[in-house]
């Protein structure tokens, strides 16, 4: 049993969880758009996101040289084959999607490395880092493998990111309740600003324009419509159930298990 918690936690801690939740949405986008399975863009995705996730979390401890117990020094190592796999999926992208995928890259570098100060970074100017980390999410996962596909910039592709941009700020408000607790107060969070209940609200409420986006697409899918619905329910109780004394392991893999979900629903559908 242990050696089985310690995988899992490597799975997690070494952010493969939350790159199979991004190529999810990677999925999803392409599904929406009826464009064909691209391996490039796949595992652009998939491994930058590992590699860009690592280097969020864990580059303080390897610029200073502290890599610290086995499962880091495993974090490196699969973070380094990361940044290989990812450079050589990114080098068979069309040059638009590089140019694109730079910038993204370099909103993640500014949001970690303390470049304006000796002590900060986007990530911790308060009330920033909700946004940004929405804004990544929302570009690498529905505008990068559109760009790719040659997908014109058309209004639903407009309200595709929109919803992606607030699901990711829904699931957000629930990382942030669940580390209410740990987190240095002057970074701010929306939970420390009005209050767990509060927080609650207001990503209930945001499941509202998220559902109702979809009624505004050229073509609306009814199939997708009742796929939401389901969406929008376990999101919610995900929400409501959200505490500061819950495990991390709820927001690390139950949480952020959810586009993979909401993939699955539509392959099981549709």
Known sequence: MRAIKSIFDFYLHGSIHVAMAVLALVLMTNHMFQNPFDYAMAGFAFFGTIFGYNFVKYESLFRLKKPGRKQLQAILGISLLSMLASAFCFLALHRNTQITAVIFFGLTFLYTVPVFSNTKN?????????????FCWAGVTTLLPLIEAGTTIISDVILKFGQRFLLV????????????????????????????????????????????????KSTVDITQLWINIVLVIVTALFTIFATPERSKYYTSFWVESIPVFWLL????FS
């Open 169 to 216: 700020i829904i699931l957000i408000l629930i990382f942030e309740i669940i580390d209410l607790k740990n987190d240095d107060p002057t970074l701010m969070t929306v939970p420390q600003k009005i209050g767990v209940r509060k927080t609650k609200m207001l990503g209930l409420f945001l499941l509202l324009p998220f559902y109702v986006l979809e009624f505004l």
């Open 265 to 268: 629903l539509v392959w099981l």
């Open 122 to 134: 986007i990530r911790n100017w308060s009330g920033v880092k909700i946004y940004m980390v929405a």
